[in-house]
């Protein structure tokens, strides 16, 4: 049986590290960080996650701003609102819930926020940097951090390992391979183009599963082993739950539990790990 990564209990011991330094950073220097966050319209999900942002800020210690504008607010006025905020000293972060609303250019509010701000690591520069050899990003996205950063304290070498990303998406797949690809592991992306998809899996020492299919990984496609990191999040019908649903990863949990070596659930794996990244960017930033 496979050795489960608390994703919970990791996060935990980073926030209680920042919440340290916060402390000291205001002790010695008298800044406090500070973190913005811009929601444009009202879908529910996203007005969540940057409730949730919010409040982890401010157990932290650090100060929290929130801004909101309307579904019908135009660009101009969000990339008015990011280049005011960018301005600011007491804001060292600056996040804008993804995603934006239709017809809204993602790549042109990103751009406007300045790379030393760029704590949710979407800037366009920043996710190239990832790419180049010798160059450090200013920060890189949250959740492919959260990944690194759970291999990293539960002692898994990654130079020198295969590793096979499942997903090509921007926000994980894509910047979380070159991540692993700059700590000298051999990378390969799968996707939907991909012929004899398990042969591939098969071969990994470390497995990312991140294409947002409801348990697509099944044994059969791991390497006896393996670690395997699962970022899905999918939500299926459960009628035993009072909710009548409830959460699930992108692997087949209880069947690949007992061929990896070592696994992370959903939830309690990756997703607490997501917003103590963030955290730790924008202490970054203050600190800088």
Do not use: W
């Given at each position: 049986?496979a050795?489960?990564?608390?994703?919970?209990?990791?996060?935990?011991a980073?926030r209680?590290?920042?919440?340290?330094?916060?402390?000291?950073?205001?002790?010695?220097?008298?800044?406090?960080?500070?973190?913005?966050?811009?929601?444009?319209?009202?879908?529910?999900?996203?007005?969540?996650?940057?409730?949730?942002?919010?409040?982890?800020?401010?157990?932290?210690?650090?100060?929290?701003?929130?801004?909101?504008?309307?579904?019908?607010?135009?660009?101009?006025?969000?990339?008015?609102?990011?280049?005011?905020?960018?301005?600011?000293?007491?804001v060292h972060?600056?996040?804008?819930?993804?995603?934006?609303?239709?017809?809204?250019?993602?790549?042109?509010?990103?751009?406007?926020?300045?790379?030393?701000?760029?704590?949710d690591?979407?800037?366009?520069?920043?996710?190239?940097?990832?790419?180049?050899?010798?160059?450090?990003?200013?920060?890189?996205?949250?959740?492919?951090?959260?990944?690194?950063?759970?291999?990293?304290?539960?002692?898994v070498?990654?130079?020198?390992?295969?590793?096979?990303?499942?997903?090509?998406?921007?926000?994980?797949?894509?910047?979380?391979?070159?991540?692993?690809?700059?700590?000298?592991?051999?990378?390969?992306?799968?996707?939907?183009?991909?012929?004899?998809?398990?042969?591939?899996?098969?071969?990994?020492?470390?497995?990312?599963?991140?294409?947002?299919?409801?348990?697509?990984?099944?044994?059969?496609?791991v390497?006896?082993?393996?670690?395997?990191?699962?970022?899905?999040?999918?939500?299926?019908?459960?009628?035993?739950?009072k909710?009548?649903?409830?959460?699930?990863?992108d692997?087949?949990?209880?069947?690949?539990?007992?061929?990896?070596?070592?696994?992370?659930?959903?939830?309690?794996?990756?997703?607490p790990?997501?917003?103590?990244?963030?955290?730790?960017?924008?202490?970054?930033?203050?600190?800088?």
């Open positions: 049986m050795t489960i990564i608390d994703g919970n209990a990791i996060a935990a980073v209680a590290e920042i919440k340290e330094r916060v402390a000291i950073l205001k002790a010695t220097r008298g800044i406090v960080p500070g973190l913005a966050t811009v929601l444009v319209g009202d879908d529910p999900a996203s007005a969540v996650y940057v409730r949730n942002k919010r409040k982890a800020c401010e157990e932290v210690g650090m100060t929290s701003f929130g801004y909101t504008l309307p579904a019908t607010a135009s660009e101009a006025e969000v990339l008015a609102l990011v280049q005011s905020l960018a301005a600011r000293a007491d972060g600056i996040l804008t819930q993804l995603p934006l609303p239709r017809g809204m250019r993602e790549d042109a509010v990103l751009g406007a926020i300045p790379l030393a701000k760029d704590v690591g979407f800037h366009p520069s920043n996710l190239g940097m990832l790419g180049l050899k010798n160059k450090r990003a200013a920060f890189a996205p949250c959740t492919p951090q959260g990944c690194i950063e759970l291999l990293t304290r539960t002692g070498t990654i130079a020198g390992k295969r590793a096979v990303v499942l997903g090509r998406s921007a926000i994980v797949g894509l910047p979380v391979g070159l991540m692993l690809l700059a700590r000298d592991a051999t990378v390969t992306y799968c996707h939907s183009r991909t012929v004899d998809l398990p042969a591939v899996t098969r071969e990994a020492d470390i497995l990312i599963a991140a294409i947002g299919k409801p348990r697509f990984v099944t044994a059969d496609m390497k006896p082993g393996a670690v395997v990191i699962d970022v899905g999040i999918n939500r299926i019908d459960d009628p035993t739950r909710s009548g649903s409830r959460l699930v990863g692997v087949d949990f209880e069947a690949v539990e007992k061929v990896a070596g070592a696994i992370t659930p959903v939830p309690g794996g990756v997703g790990m997501t917003i103590a990244m963030l955290l730790q960017n924008t202490l970054k930033a203050a600190e800088a």
